[in-house]
C-alpha cells in the first residue's frame, strides 16, 4: 500500500506520456452551452487556465510528437531524455537550436491574446487569471500574460549542467558552431560538433555546458512551480483546459482534479480527450475561435 503510494507520487511529480484512447468517448456530462459557460465565468474570482501544445499549433509550432512531426529520424521523446543529451549533446543541440529559430519568429495567436487581455481586464476587477503551461515557447509572455507557470521549463532559457545558473537566453544563433545547423530534413547528417564548441556557461571559472532549460522525459519536475500550480488549484473557482490532448502527466491530471471539488471546468480543444468526460463543458474547435468568444467582456464586468 506505502509503495503504491509512492508510486503514485513518483508518478504525478515527472513528466510522462500514457497511450491515447483511440475509441470515440460516449458521453453525456458535459455541455458545450455557451451562455451556461458564461454565467461561471462572470462569477469566477480565480481563473486557471492550463494550456498545451495545440494553443502554440495554431501559431505555427511544432511539437515534434506526432508520427508525422518528426526532426530527421526523431521525435521529441527520443531526443529529450537525459540519456540522449549525455550520449549525443550535439545532436540533442542541433533539435533544440532548431526549435528555438522557429519559435523566436512566431507570434502569439487570438488565443493567447484573449487570456492576456481577459487577464489585465479582470484585474482591475479584483480577480486573477493564471496560465498553467506545458509550451516551451515564449508566446503567452509576449502576447501580455503576466501570471504564467511554466511546468515544462523554456526553450529559451538555459542551465548549465555544472553550476546550475539558468538565464534567459534569445540570442540567435545561441553559438556560432550552430549557425545554420539543425536542418530537420529526414537526410540531414549529424553536425557532430565537439562538446567544446556547444552552448557553455559565461559564469565566472564555470565554462560548464548548457542545456536547454526544460524537462526531459523522465524527469522531475521543479518542485517550486509545482507548488505553486497547487495552491492555484486549490484556489480557482473556474478551470480552463486549452489545447491540450491530456496525455502527458502530471499536466493531464490537474483538471480532473479540479473538476472533483466540483469547480466548472471547461474544455476547449480540436477533440474529445480521453479526460473530456471529467469536464463540465467541452467545446470544440480551434482555440483562437473559441477562446475569444469565452473570455470576452461579460455584461456583469462592472470597468
Ligand atoms: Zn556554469
Known amino acids: 500500500m506505502l509503495l503504491q503510494k509512492r508510486a503514485a507520487i513518483a508518478l504525478g511529480l515527472r513528466i510522462c506520456s500514457t497511450h491515447v484512447i483511440k475509441r470515440p468517448l460516449i458521453d453525456t456530462r458535459h455541455s458545450s452551452d455557451m451562455a451556461e459557460f458564461r454565467k461561471d465565468f462572470s462569477k469566477a474570482k480565480h481563473i486557471a487556465i492550463i494550456t498545451g501544445a495545440g494553443v502554440s499549433e495554431e501559431s505555427g509550432v511544432p511539437t515534434f510528437r506526432g508520427e508525422n512531426e518528426k526532426w530527421r529520424k526523431w521525435q521529441s521523446q527520443d531526443l529529450a531524455t537525459p540519456e540522449a543529451f ?104 549529424d553536425a557532430d560538433i565537439p562538446v567544446d564548441k556547444l552552448p557553455r556557461c559565461d559564469q ?4 560548464g555546458l548548457l542545456r536547454p532549460n526544460m524537462v526531459f522525459f523522465g524527469e522531475t519536475l521543479d518542485s517550486h512551480i509545482l507548488t505553486k500550480v497547487e495552491k492555484e488549484m486549490e484556489l480557482c473557482d473556474l478551470c480552463l483546459v486549452v489545447g491540450t490532448s491530456s496525455i502527458v502527466y502530471p499536466a493531464a491530471m490537474f483538471g480532473p482534479r479540479v473538476a472533483s471539488r466540483g469547480v466548472p471546468v471547461a474544455e476547449f480543444n480540436r477533440n ?15 482555440c483562437g475561435t473559441t477562446l475569444p468568444e469565452a473570455l470576452a467582456q461579460h455584461e456583469s464586468e462592472d470597468l
Open 86 to 189: 549525455s550520449r549525443t549533446p550535439s545532436r540533442v543541440w542541433e533539435f533544440y537550436h532548431y526549435r528555438r529559430e522557429l519559435v523566436l519568429n512566431k507570434k502569439p495567436n487570438a488565443a493567447h491574446l484573449a487570456i492576456a487581455e481577459c487577464e489585465a481586464r479582470l484585474k482591475k476587477q479584483g480577480r486573477s487569471v493564471v496560465v498553467i503551461t506545458q509550451c516551451i515557447d515564449d508566446l503567452h509572455r509576449q502576447a501580455g500574460s503576466k501570471h504564467v507557470l511554466k511546468i515544462h521549463g523554456s526553450l529559451l532559457e538555459t542551465r548549465c549542467v555544472s553550476c546550475g545558473h539558468v538565464t534567459v537566453n534569445k540570442r540567435s544563433p545561441i553559438c556560432a558552431a550552430l549557425k545554420d545547423k539543425g536542418a530537420p530534413g529526414p537526410d540531414v547528417p
Open 204 to 207: 565566472r571559472d564555470c565554462h
Open 272 to 286: 474529445a480527450t480521453p479526460k473530456s468526460e471529467y469536464f463540465t463543458y467541452h467545446f470544440q474547435g480551434v
